[in-house]
């Protein structure tokens, strides 16, 4: 028994080791910006997303999303999706650096930069995207205390048709509490690369920060290419 535990599980490294190779191989070639959108639920980064994507035209990929729409295809991968997420298991992180090269290799001929929404959620994530899809050139974290978004999520809560089991305070907060853990590892990680930006404040207020953050970006990218 104890053979055939460690036989599967030789197995399962091999099969996670090819998908990184092939991810690799497949690398999008990227000459537009990636941005990093992060901030804990109710922090408002969705609303700050819609505002990038009006102004500027960027691909907004959230791999949430994407999951949810490979399962809805009806694919054979969607269904081996499902099959773990409805057992509860936690999908691979390459199967999401999967969809998101894919989505990303689809969009980039006709995009004009790419708004990563939600990922990286750990720090060996973020190391796993920059090798095997492109750097990241900026990361926007979105900063609110717990409190402001608790209350956030609760009249969220309230105001949805459908209730969630998990729509409580106990819970709310123990998903916040590892989320922030998670980010600061993140943060500490790519330093020089994050702009931590207030996001308790009026939502054009915060927009304006953002604005002056993708225009630095933007300039450096056209400076590079300049000295080409």
């Given at each position: 028994m104890?053979?055939?535990?460690h036989q599967?599980?030789?197995?399962k490294?091999?099969?996670e080791?090819?998908k990184?190779?092939?991810l690799?191989?497949a690398?999008a070639?990227?000459d537009?910006p990636?941005i990093w959108i992060?901030?804990?639920?109710g922090?408002?980064?969705?609303?700050?997303?819609?505002k990038?994507?009006?102004?500027?035209?960027?691909?907004?990929?959230?791999s949430?999303?994407l999951?949810?729409?490979?399962v809805a295809?009806?694919?054979?991968?969607?269904?081996?999706?499902?099959?773990?997420?409805s057992s509860g298991?936690l999908?691979?992180n390459?199967e999401?650096?999967s969809?998101l090269?894919?989505a990303?290799?689809r969009?980039?001929?006709n995009?004009?930069?790419?708004?990563i929404?939600?990922?990286?959620?750990?720090k060996?994530?973020?190391?796993?995207?920059?090798e095997?899809?492109a750097?990241?050139?900026l990361?926007?974290y979105?900063e609110c205390?717990?409190?402001?978004?608790?209350q956030?999520?609760?009249?969220r809560?309230a105001?949805?048709?459908?209730?969630?089991?998990?729509?409580?305070e106990?819970t709310?907060?123990?998903?916040?509490?590892t989320f922030?853990q998670n980010t600061?590892?993140?943060?500490?990680?790519?330093?020089?690369?994050?702009l931590?930006i207030?996001a308790?404040?009026?939502?054009d207020?915060?927009f304006t920060?953002?604005?002056?953050a993708?225009e630095?970006?933007?300039?450096?990218?056209?400076k590079?290419?300049?000295s080409c």
């Open positions: 104890l053979f055939m535990c599967m599980a030789a197995k490294e091999a099969q080791k090819l990184a190779e092939q690799r191989k690398r070639v990227v537009v990636i992060l901030g804990g639920p922090c408002g980064k969705g609303t700050q997303c819609a990038i994507v009006e102004k500027y035209g960027f691909t907004h990929l959230s949430g999303d999951l949810r729409e490979e295809s009806g694919s054979d991968k969607g269904r081996e999706l499902q099959a773990v997420m298991g999908v691979s390459q999401v650096l969809l090269n894919g990303v290799s969009a980039k001929g995009s004009k930069g790419f708004l929404d939600g990922y990286p959620r750990e060996n994530q973020g190391i796993a995207f920059e095997q899809i750097p990241a050139d990361a926007l979105f205390s717990e409190d402001t978004m608790v956030r999520i609760l009249a809560a105001a949805a048709a459908v209730k969630r089991a998990d729509d409580n106990a709310i907060r123990s998903r916040l509490q922030k600061s590892a993140i943060l500490e990680q790519y330093v020089d690369k994050t931590t207030n308790e404040r009026d939502v207020v915060i920060e953002v604005v002056d993708i630095c970006v933007l300039k450096k990218r056209q590079a290419v300049a």
